[in-house]
């Protein structure tokens, strides 16, 4: 079976641009998830959707943070414009029935971003 | 305070060691109580899951959940040097609704020495 896929893998920018990341879930998972990973933290959600609507995204900054997810599949998440803060590991995480059960998240490698 | 505290370590043993790891909770509502174990530069990985209190074995895994003191431990008995890794614990609470996402604690960095 695959596993979570993310891209890009590494990516690193000037603050004040911008940068997407892409995720493609475990097949038949409904429930996708975004989570920012600081070094030396554990992982922070941001977004959860449930097939294509969003179930929770009150952490997500807003004002520079956007998430998609199409079609109830692959999901994007950008920032816009990207703060030196932003830097941090983004993962990616599916699970086949959200909270239901142990609801065990898969997750990605992760796309580590760094802002210079 | 934090909704699950968690020692970051490093935590350094000698391969054979039993090992300790914990995690302290605020939230009485969490239900679901899992460890899940991150080697550098990879995703975390489901090691154990709990459902309420109690005790949970597996191989040289042990889980064990004491909700009246908020308090839930994972033992690794007889370490390896391929246990080195971060270990997070994660917990949730328990609803109909489908998407209760998973609050993690900062890991603990563990070093099994040869």
């Known amino acids: 079976e695959a596993g979570v896929a993310q891209s890009p893998r590494y990516k690193i920018i000037e603050k004040r641009q911008s940068v997407a990341f892409w995720c493609n879930p475990i097949?038949?998972?409904?429930?996708l998830y975004w989570y920012q990973q600081i070094l030396g933290q554990g992982p922070k959600l941001l977004i959860q959707?449930?097939?294509?609507?969003?179930?929770?995204d009150s952490q997500l900054p807003k004002d520079r943070f956007s998430a998609e997810r199409l079609k109830g599949v692959d999901s994007t998440l950008k920032i816009q414009p990207a703060k030196l803060e932003d830097s941090a590991v983004y993962l990616c995480a599916s699970s086949l029935r959200g909270g239901q059960g142990t609801g065990e998240l898969f997750f990605g490698e992760g796309s580590r971003l760094t802002v210079l | 305070q934090k909704e699950v505290e968690q020692d970051p370590g490093p935590l350094s043993v000698p391969e054979g060691a039993i090992v300790s790891l914990n995690c302290t909770y605020s939230?009485?509502?969490?239900?679901?109580f899992m460890w899940y174990r991150q080697y550098s530069r990879k995703g975390p990985e489901l090691l154990m899951y709990?459902?309420?209190?109690g005790n949970k074995e597996d191989g040289r895994f042990t889980a064990q959940v004491d909700k009246s003191s908020k308090y839930i431990s994972l033992f690794i008995r007889d370490s390896q040097p391929s246990d080195s890794a971060t270990y997070l614990c994660?917990?949730?609470?328990?609803?109909?609704?489908?998407?209760?996402?998973?609050?993690f604690g900062k890991g603990t960095t563990l070093s099994v020495s040869s």
């Open positions: 097949s038949g998972h409904a429930t």
């Open positions: 994660a917990m949730r609470g328990n609803t109909n609704q489908a998407g209760t996402a998973l609050i």
């Open positions: 709990t459902y309420s209190s």
């Open positions: 939230n009485s509502a969490f239900q679901y």
């Open positions: 959707f449930q097939n294509n609507g969003v179930v929770d």
